[in-house]
């Protein structure tokens, strides 16, 4: 009998470690038919501790196979995030026989004698797709006594100039590195000091390439950038991204160094970076995050395992009035999660309108709404001790909201609740919302992904009823679909 992970609050279709504390996702890489998912772990504890590399193993990105612990902590510190590649042709020397991976991460440590933190990059490689790891002798790779925090390194092979590229997180910018062999690092730029939000330590970069609009003619390079916790902003840690080129030394921002945009609109999405080596017959540009926040990470009520990822997505770029922008939404595989559907057709509703019982808190509801005269409408999910979820739209002001101030238990900390919005406009006079649910955790993807929303709850029992709302007037809801979504355990 495999374990069903049923304990409060564990989302069943989400990826979560069997027990203990999670945060970043790690090393992500497609190798010989399977996805691998590292990620930061303390395999002692359900608070950050002492970091090791946790590892699953999935043949379709839905469900995951726990594998042992991948990197534990050495002579250099704990294991802290970073990526891993194929090495398809050997530069490293360690593959003679047949490619294999190289993770690339952050040794933490400290200073000789010393309390004074120290960060380096390390590598390790697997010949054996990631069972078992062997830390390079010659470790750490980089390093670079100025500076303080010095982590995450992000690394791709560069084609047009025959490179390894590592981006790294530095402080309050982001520096380039380039490598023939993964093993020899050469400084070659930085970016980011006067540019996007600096909330927070600059932390989790991500770069690659991306067709605007679906053409491939059209490409705009994606810069990903966690913004650590910063007690003057109510938002806690949260994730920007930049548009613009990259030459495999040099990346030049497209907007204005006061742009910000951001990945998310939730609170709980961080830390994301996205899959090396997708074949590029698949093509996708596929994406995870962390599901919590700095500012409560350690304090959420859950009991013997903290922390989820988000469902993969597929990133993708369009172009709009305002530039281009980054759209996301779950990936296809997550279809087959699908169980049994309820579909409803051509509503009209009215201040309170209809209630449907909800089977499970496993769901995905799909909603497509069309704009009539209400000046707000939505969906509440609730259940019996009063606690509600809300998602709103308002037409007038074209703020999507998802409003958790009165879904579960708030108490852990006093930042947690809170109404999440966005500018989301109508497209002709629709509003299509996608949202997942999974028992402690709801993504929102609203018009195909334009804006996402990803956010966690603490409800006291399961939400046992939607309700669509509208004030002022009435929407109409062309459709509505409500999917009990199967578990990725057990079986
Ligand atoms: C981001 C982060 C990283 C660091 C890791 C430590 O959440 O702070 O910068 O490598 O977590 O667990």
Same mark, same amino acid.
């Given at each position: 009998?495999?374990?069903?992970?049923?304990?409060?609050?564990?989302?069943?279709?989400?990826?979560?470690?069997?027990?203990?504390?999670?945060?970043?996702?790690?090393?992500?890489?497609?190798?010989?038919?399977?996805?691998?998912?590292?990620?930061?772990?303390?395999?002692?504890?359900?608070?950050? $501790?002492?970091?090791?590399?946790?590892? +699953?193993?999935?043949?379709?990105? /839905?469900?995951?196979?726990?594998?042992?612990? +991948?990197?534990?902590?050495?002579?250099?510190?704990?294991?802290?995030?970073?990526?891993?590649?194929? !090495?398809?042709?050997?530069?490293?020397?360690?593959?003679?026989?047949?490619?294999?991976?190289?993770?690339?991460?952050?040794?933490? $440590?400290?200073?000789?004698?010393?309390?004074?933190?120290?960060?380096?990059?390390?590598?390790?490689?697997?010949?054996?797709?990631?069972?078992?790891?062997?830390?390079?002798? $010659?470790?750490?790779?980089?390093?670079?006594?100025?500076?303080?925090?010095?982590?995450?390194?992000?690394?791709?092979?560069?084609?047009?100039?025959?490179?390894?590229?590592?981006?790294?997180?530095?402080?309050?910018?982001?520096?380039?590195?380039?490598?023939?062999?993964?093993?020899?690092?050469?400084?070659?730029?930085?970016?980011?000091?006067?540019?996007?939000?600096?909330?927070?330590?600059?932390?989790?970069?991500?770069?690659?390439?991306?067709?605007?609009?679906?053409?491939?003619?059209?490409?705009?390079?994606?810069?990903?950038?966690?913004?650590?916790?910063?007690?003057?902003?109510?938002?806690?840690?949260?994730?920007?991204?930049?548009?613009?080129?990259?030459?495999?030394? /040099?990346?030049?921002?497209?907007?204005?160094?006061?742009?910000?945009?951001?990945?998310?609109?939730?609170?709980? %999405?961080?830390?994301?970076?996205?899959?090396?080596?997708?074949?590029?017959?698949?093509?996708?540009?596929?994406?995870? $995050?962390?599901?919590?926040?700095?500012?409560?990470?350690?304090?959420?009520?859950?009991?013997?395992?903290?922390?989820?990822?988000?469902?993969?997505?597929?990133?993708?770029?369009?172009?709009?009035?305002?530039?281009?922008?980054?759209?996301?939404?779950?990936?296809?595989?997550?279809?087959?999660?699908? %169980?049994?559907?309820?579909?409803?057709? %051509?509503?009209?509703?009215?201040?309170?309108?209809?209630?449907?019982?909800?089977?499970?808190?496993?769901?995905?509801?799909?909603?497509?709404?069309?704009?009539? !005269?209400?000046?707000?409408?939505?969906?509440?999910?609730?259940? +019996?001790?009063?606690?509600?979820?809300?998602?709103?739209?308002?037409?007038?002001?074209?703020?999507?909201?998802?409003?958790?101030?009165?879904?579960?238990?708030?108490?852990?900390?006093?930042?947690?609740?809170? /109404?999440?919005?966005?500018?989301? %406009? +109508?497209?002709?006079?629709?509003?299509?919302?996608?949202?997942?649910? !999974?028992?402690?955790?709801?993504?929102?993807?609203?018009?195909?992904?334009?804006?996402?929303?990803?956010?966690?709850?603490?409800?006291?029992?399961?939400?046992?009823?939607?309700?669509?709302?509208?004030?002022?007037?009435?929407?109409?809801?062309?459709?509505?679909?409500?999917?009990?979504?199967?578990?990725?355990?057990?079986?």
């Amino acid at each position: 009998m495999k374990v069903t992970y049923q304990e409060k609050h564990r989302p069943q279709y989400h990826f979560s470690p069997a027990k203990n504390w999670l945060n970043d996702p790690n090393g992500m890489v497609y190798f010989n038919g399977e996805y691998h998912l590292f990620y930061q772990h303390h395999p002692f504890g359900t608070t950050w $501790g002492p970091m090791h590399w946790g590892h +699953a193993i999935s043949k379709d990105l /839905v469900h995951w196979e726990h594998q042992p612990i +991948a990197l534990e902590p050495d002579e250099h510190g704990a294991i802290f995030s970073g990526s891993a590649v194929v !090495d398809w042709n050997n530069t490293t020397g360690f593959f003679p026989d047949e490619p294999g991976l190289v993770a690339i991460y952050t040794s933490a $440590g400290t200073y000789p004698d010393s309390e004074r933190p120290r960060q380096r990059q390390s590598i390790a490689y697997s010949k054996d797709s990631g069972r078992t790891w062997i830390k390079y002798e $010659g470790n750490p790779v980089l390093s670079d006594e100025n500076i303080t925090d010095y982590r995450d390194p992000k690394v791709f092979w560069h084609e047009e100039t025959d490179k390894w590229v590592m981006v790294l997180a530095t402080g309050q910018s982001l520096m380039f590195y380039t490598s023939p062999n993964l093993i020899d690092w050469e400084f070659a730029s930085e970016f980011g000091n006067t540019a996007g939000s600096h909330a927070g330590v600059w932390e989790c970069p991500d770069l690659f390439r991306l067709p605007v609009d679906g053409d491939e003619h059209r490409q705009k390079w994606v810069l990903l950038v966690s913004i650590g916790d910063n007690h003057d902003f109510k938002e806690g840690s949260r994730t920007q991204y930049f548009v613009g080129e990259f030459d495999g030394s /040099v990346f030049v921002n497209d907007n204005s160094d006061e742009t910000i945009l951001w990945l998310d609109y939730g609170r709980d %999405n961080y830390a994301g970076v996205s899959w090396s080596d997708i074949p590029s017959t698949d093509g996708r540009r596929i994406y995870i $995050g962390w599901m919590s926040n700095w500012r409560y990470a350690n304090l959420v009520p859950t009991k013997g395992w903290r922390s989820a990822m988000t469902l993969p997505r597929e990133l993708s770029l369009v172009s709009c009035e305002e530039g281009v922008r980054l759209v996301q939404k779950p990936v296809e595989e997550v279809k087959v999660l699908r %169980n049994k559907t309820d579909i409803y057709e %051509n509503l009209i509703v009215e201040a309170h309108g209809s209630i449907y019982d909800l089977v499970s808190d496993s769901l995905e509801i799909v909603a497509e709404f069309e704009v009539q !005269d209400a000046s707000v409408f939505g969906i509440i999910l609730r259940n +019996a001790n009063g606690e509600k979820l809300v998602v709103s739209y308002d037409v007038g002001k074209e703020i999507l909201a998802v409003d958790r101030t009165h879904a579960g238990d708030n108490s852990f900390s006093d930042s947690f609740a809170a /109404v999440q919005e966005a500018k989301v %406009n +109508a497209v002709g006079s629709k509003v299509k919302l996608q949202i997942f649910l !999974d028992a402690s955790t709801i993504e929102v993807f609203a018009n195909d992904g334009e804006a996402a929303f990803t956010s966690l709850v603490f409800p006291k029992e399961a939400y046992q009823e939607l309700q669509l709302f509208a004030e002022d007037g009435t929407v109409k809801i062309e459709s509505l679909k409500l999917t009990e979504m199967k578990s990725i355990w057990g079986a």
